[in-house]
């Protein structure tokens, strides 16, 4: 680190990592929807040695009562690990440019000073291309290939992924992370969304096998090799309380049995319906499951990272 950066945003403190090479962002945030995308930037900074340089100003953004902080104990003392949104900097092995990872829970507050405040930085750091990350239920099975599909402008990350950026469709409540996609493209930053679908009918969140479809992909488009090890564990975890879920409940099986012949015989895999297209087949699922006893659930699974 040899030098700060000055600036009025809210970002409490930023040091410049050194001269950057074609510096790509990649952020993701957790959400009441979703907490993969978060969850794949922090194994990322986990797995990649990530160096932390700059975090958002929390008591600017989040609302107490609802996002509490954790207090935890450090060597006799009482400490207080607040939410907030956070930026390091890595050159995983492999890679031939730099990356800065940008990961946070969605903020409550100041969605438009907070995008500024992440374009201004990124500006300064010299970055020019931007991926965020998503992550939506959909009309998929868990037996399946996790489709990714990218929307905006890919750039160079996604010549080399081998993946093809489409125009967006979505339209509706916004989520902050389509907010700072807009802050950003108008800022002139190439920016694109990589998402990931996960099946509407097990809540995992964050969702194993949704992470490592992302990780994957990002892996391509930077030339690096992340290892899947620390997620492992909970994508078999996840499949054997899925399997039992079938096994308890026809009705679920059923459905997973269908929603398999409508994968199969889609055109692309980022064909698959929403979740919220595929309303008549769980009206359908829970009108069957009429008398039949509650399957297990699937829970988040225990970040090891």
Do not use: C
Not at 242 to 267: C, F, H, K
């Amino acid at each position: 680190m040899d030098s700060i950066i000055r600036t009025e945003t809210l970002f409490e403190t930023l040091q410049r990592p050194g001269a950057l090479d074609a510096p790509l962002l990649i952020a993701g945030f957790g959400s009441p929807e979703s907490q993969t995308p978060a969850s794949v930037v922090e194994y990322l900074v986990h797995e990649w040695d990530a160096g932390l340089v700059a975090h958002l100003d929390p008591d600017a953004l989040y609302d107490f009562t609802v996002a509490r902080p954790n207090v935890l104990i450090e060597e006799g003392e009482r400490v207080v690990e607040w939410p907030g949104v956070r930026l390091w900097h890595a050159r995983p092995a492999g890679a031939d440019r730099d990356v800065l990872l940008l990961a946070g829970r969605e903020p409550h507050f100041r969605w438009q000073r907070a995008g500024a405040a992440i374009a201004e930085v990124a500006h300064a750091l010299g970055v020019h291309e931007v991926v965020i990350l998503g992550s939506f239920a959909a009309g998929i099975p868990h037996t399946r290939t996790v489709p990714v599909r990218m929307t905006g402008v890919g750039g160079r990350f996604a010549s080399r992924a081998g993946i093809e950026a489409g125009m967006p469709r979505y339209q509706g409540p916004a989520a902050f992370s389509m907010a700072l996609g807009v802050a950003l493209r108008q800022a002139g930053i190439e920016t694109a969304s990589l998402s990931a679908m996960a099946p509407f009918y097990f809540a995992a969140e964050p969702s194993p096998h949704a992470m490592a479809a992302l990780i994957e992909v990002i892996d391509r488009g930077l030339g690096t090799h992340t290892s899947l090890e620390l997620l492992q564990p909970h994508r078999e975890a996840f499949d054997a309380q899925a399997t039992m879920a079938m096994e308890s409940t026809p009705a679920m099986a059923e459905l997973v049995a269908n929603l398999e012949r409508q994968y199969d015989e889609a055109p692309a895999p980022a064909s698959v319906l929403r979740a919220d297209e595929v309303l008549a087949d769980v009206e359908a699922l829970l009108a069957r499951r009429d008398g039949e006893a509650g399957g297990p659930g699937i829970g988040p699974p225990r970040r090891a990272w």
